[in-house]
């Protein structure tokens, strides 16, 4: 099913795509100079919104969750991308431990696990899954909607290494955000854990990322000759919230304003009018939970009890304190007139497909990644990776080529938060 871009595609963005399309070369070989330079996450997907006048990252997960929304037709690419990433981290391929989220209940969640072992071994590296949950006694089978299963199994430590029964891994892949904690069992081990455990919400903010985006979003505007707001949300940052207590409502409202101000020089500047606005959430976290719209200053203040409690908690009931103040991006794709975003998901430094979120229930400004969503394989007809610039910049393959460019960048920029986050922690 393909979307349908309810504004026209012309301006700054059309001639946006056409220097994607004409300067692929270019951007490929930069590409290729940037990933000797910086260790690639093995895996991370990112939540893009196209206004028609911007295309911009808003999210960047290290820990995707939707392995089983993408096209199974796809699945011959992740397998070579996952071989990729493999023979880095574990050349002799003994074995993999994966250790999920611990969302036993969600049955969906749980298919993309399978997704994800369904695709390492077709690499061909055998992988079994150890739970964190103390129940997980013993190897414990769980059905799956379409017909498969899972086995999840107790973890054991042995002085540094983790082992399951008659298993002895040599690498800890983590599809679990860590966002209740590192547990002590995934401490100081000599088998190496992917992602990182910094890549975890326990250190990781999103206001880091998205400083490391904007460097790398300035980099690649240069390599363009473009205005690098064009990929580049604005933000700003608060520390010390908290919204029960109502502190820290100055610091929200002044950067609210600073950010919307920002937004409006750049609207007027590309004739721009629609009305901005900024998305507030929690600087770390994921399932969208703790995010709200903002088009005042004022509307930050005097929130009332029901905003307060939604802004004030995340995942695993974890307290919000620091919080991300972001440029909101329009999202201006719709499928059967519903709202859509794309969500590009990579294995290694590889485009390995994506999908549209779609919401019937909100708006063009509005998070989508709520209740009520549902998702839609992108409908590549062929490899995102092979453009063709003679069918112009709003052909499908086309587009999805400028997704997967601007979702590269959210990549690069996520692996250098992560060399930088591990320096600080050797230091």
Same mark, same amino acid.
């Given at each position: 099913?393909?979307? @349908?871009? *309810? ?19 270019? +951007? ?13 996450? +093995? ?17 960047? !997960? ?6 089983? !929304?993408?096209?199974?037709? %796809? ?10 990433? +493999? ?6 391929? /003994? ?6 989220? !611990? @969302? ?56 540094? /290494? ?9 690498? $800890? ?11 002590? $069992? ?17 250190? /990781? ?40 207590? /109502? ?13 919307? #101000?920002? +937004? ?12 901005? %606005? ?7 976290? *994921? ?19 029901? #905003? ?23 999202? %201006? ?25 779609? @919401? *019937? ?12 969503? @549902? ?53």
């Amino acid at each position: 099913m393909v979307p @349908h871009l *309810t504004t026209a595609l012309t301006g700054p963005l059309l001639d946006l795509e056409k220097r994607i399309l004409n300067q692929q070369t270019e +951007i490929e070989h930069w590409f290729r100079s940037q990933w000797q330079e910086h260790r690639v996450p +093995i895996y991370a997907s990112v939540d893009l919104r196209n206004s028609g006048f911007k295309l911009a990252p808003v999210d960047t !997960n290290l820990f995707p969750g939707g392995f089983n !929304n993408l096209n199974p037709d %796809f699945l011959p690419l992740c397998v070579m991308a996952a071989q990729s990433a +493999i023979e880095k981290i574990c050349p002799d391929a /003994r074995g993999v431990l994966l250790i999920p989220e !611990n @969302h036993t209940r969600n049955v969906f969640y749980l298919q993309n696990v399978a997704s994800i072992i369904k695709m390492l071994r077709s690499a061909g590296v055998t992988v079994r899954v150890g739970s964190l949950l103390p129940d997980i006694t013993q190897p414990t089978t769980i059905d799956l909607p379409d017909g498969g299963s899972l086995t999840l199994e107790p973890i054991v430590r042995k002085d540094n /290494r983790l082992h399951l029964a008659n298993f002895n891994p040599c690498v $800890i892949l983590l599809n679990n955000d860590l966002s209740a904690g590192v547990p002590e $069992i995934l401490k100081n081990l000599e088998q190496e854990v992917i992602p990182p455990l910094v890549a975890g919400w326990t250190t /990781r903010r999103k206001s880091k990322h998205f400083a490391a985006y904007d460097h790398v979003a300035k980099d690649f505007a240069d390599l363009l000759e473009i205005d690098p707001w064009l990929v580049n949300p604005y933000f700003g940052k608060c520390n010390k919230i908290n919204f029960q207590q /109502r502190e820290g409502e100055d610091c929200l409202a002044t950067e609210v304003d600073r950010v919307l #101000q920002q +937004i409006r020089v750049k609207y007027d500047e590309y004739g721009v009018k629609e009305t901005p %606005f900024v998305i507030v959430k929690a600087d770390a976290g *994921t399932y969208g939970m703790g995010i709200m719209t903002v088009k005042d200053a004022s509307e930050v203040r005097d929130l009332n009890r029901k #905003q307060r409690n939604k802004m004030s908690v995340v995942k695993e009931g974890l307290g919000v304190s620091d919080v991300l103040l972001q440029e909101g991006v329009y999202t %201006f794709e719709s499928i059967n007139d519903a709202v859509a975003e794309p969500v590009i998901y990579m294995v290694d430094h590889f485009v390995v497909g994506g999908f549209y979120r779609v @919401h *019937t229930g909100r708006g063009v400004d509005e998070n989508l990644n709520a209740p009520g969503m @549902h998702f839609v394989p992108l409908a590549f007809e062929t490899t995102c990776t092979l453009p063709n610039p003679e069918y112009g910049p709003d052909a499908i393959p086309n587009r999805f080529y400028s997704y997967g460019v601007i979702a590269r960048l959210a990549l690069l920029a996520a692996s250098i938060e992560l060399d930088e986050m591990q320096n600080m922690v050797l230091a």
